[in-house]
């Protein structure tokens, strides 16, 4: 969540972004798209390389670009302005968006389930989320830090006020390595499988454990101009992303290859490993109004939206 959110906020745009496609395509070629992900390519997006190599997208109309964001990526604005036609977005950054004034609408859930989580040494004070009341937590420095850790002591009877959070950025697993905090925050998808694969015993606070509701953490999103505009695109991007994770489901260790084989540069040990713990959220499932009511509830309650948000506006239930 916190990274996408550290995307979020960054202020320029990334430059040369192609949005091609749409009216000039001829009958039967495949009409060009750029999907902007929420971050550098890892497990998560696993579905979405295994359909680009296993011609799903092509087979559905797609000429998909995948575009890495950059430090100056704001991919809502990017969508907003046309200069993509697809982005992955965190749920709150798409709400953020839709708060001001951003006309975005969530397709589909990428990952069906919060990352989010509170990360605490087995051998260390805090056994459950109430006892990092009185102890300190790491913590980035971004709001939705503190949302769950918030979420996390409250729902457990705890007292969030007596939380010591101290900023050590993105340096958990090596923070609680060293002994500098009692707990911090972070991914149970990335830094916990860090951490197991380095030795270091966990106890692992899920948001949605403890506070929260299941939410979907990464939504495929578009502008209403596309959807309106060209339907039959925005389709068959869903078809084919959806096959595309249910290829995962049922093909894990080729789809992973076809992750690996696209974005040389990750390493395979530790990819195999996030995308183990991560199948199960992986599997494509629609929406569920009351589960988005939900989230918008908490994130409501938590600061992270000023106000609930019209999720049968922003996001596409049929």
Not at 158 to 170: A, C, L, M, R, S
Not at 265 to 282: F, H, M, R, W, Y
Not at 286 to 300: G, H, I, M, Q
Request: glycine share 10%; aromatic share 6%; hydrophobic share 45%.
């Amino acid at each position: 969540m916190r990274r996408a959110v550290a995307l979020l906020a960054a202020a320029l745009l990334l430059v040369g972004v192609a949005g091609c496609g749409g009216s000039g395509a001829e009958p039967g070629v495949p009409k060009g798209a750029t999907v902007v992900l929420d971050f550098v390519p890892n497990a998560v997006h696993t579905g979405i390389y295994a359909a680009q190599a296993q011609g799903l997208y092509e087979k559905a109309g797609v000429d998909l670009h995948i575009q890495v964001p950059g430090e100056s990526t704001d991919a809502p604005k990017l969508l907003a302005a046309g200069r993509t036609q697809f982005a992955i977005l965190d749920i709150t950054d798409l709400g953020i968006a839709v708060e001001k004034g951003l006309d975005l609408v969530g397709l589909m859930p990428i990952v069906q389930e919060p990352l989010a989580a509170v990360l605490a040494r087995k051998d260390g004070p805090v056994k459950r989320p109430r006892d990092m009341d009185g102890h300190t937590v790491g913590v980035t420095g971004l709001p939705s830090d503190t949302a769950v850790v918030e979420s996390a002591v409250a729902a457990d009877g705890g007292d969030p006020k007596g939380v010591d959070e101290v900023t050590i950025g993105f340096n958990s697993v090596a923070s609680l390595a060293a002994g500098k905090v009692d707990a911090a925050t972070g991914f149970w998808n990335d830094e916990a499988v860090e951490a197991k694969r380095q030795g270091i015993p966990l106890r692992v606070f899920k948001v949605d454990e403890y506070g929260a509701p299941k939410y979907p953490e990464l939504i495929l999103t578009t502008t209403r101009k596309e959807l309106q505009s060209d339907p039959a695109l925005v389709r068959a991007m869903v078809k084919a992303t959806t096959e595309g994770y249910e290829f995962t489901e049922e093909h894990s260790e080729k789809a992973l290859e076809d992750l690996l084989d696209a974005n040389p540069s990750l390493e395979k040990d530790d990819t195999e490993a996030q995308l183990n713990v991560l199948l199960p959220a992986l599997h494509p499932d629609p929406f569920k109004e009351p589960v988005l009511k939900e989230w918008s509830a908490w994130a409501t309650s938590h600061g992270l939206l000023p106000k609930p948000l019209d999720v049968k506006s922003a996001f596409d239930l049929q």
